[in-house]
């Protein structure tokens, strides 16, 4: 206990007992849905299915940020001038 008569919380690098039972429960009814077999056949149902597999499911597979080093070119056409035509 600290100074202030409370505890000083979860130790740095305890995962949260109950974030852990709740990622259980998902995988659990996952598996018995189907898993990945039949999240496969749920996209492939529909084309609005798809479009939800790819921007909201997917996307939590991709990192929150990239590092990324190299030049970027970017180039556009020159406007045209309506006084010139």
Avoid at 16 to 27: D, G, L, R, S, Y
Avoid at 35 to 55: K, M, T, V
Wanted: proline residues 8%; hydrophobic residues 40%.
């Amino acid at each position: 206990m600290n100074k202030s008569g409370k505890s000083p919380g979860r130790p740095k690098g305890v995962p949260n007992k109950m974030t852990m039972a709740a990622k259980e429960a998902v995988q659990y009814a996952a598996d018995n849905l189907g898993g990945a077999q039949r999240l496969l056949e749920w996209a492939q149902e529909d084309p609005f299915n798809e479009q939800i597999f790819w921007s909201k499911i997917f996307t939590k597979l991709l990192p929150l940020q990239a590092q990324v080093s190299g030049a970027v070119t970017v180039s556009w056409p020159e406007p045209k001038n309506r006084l010139d035509e």
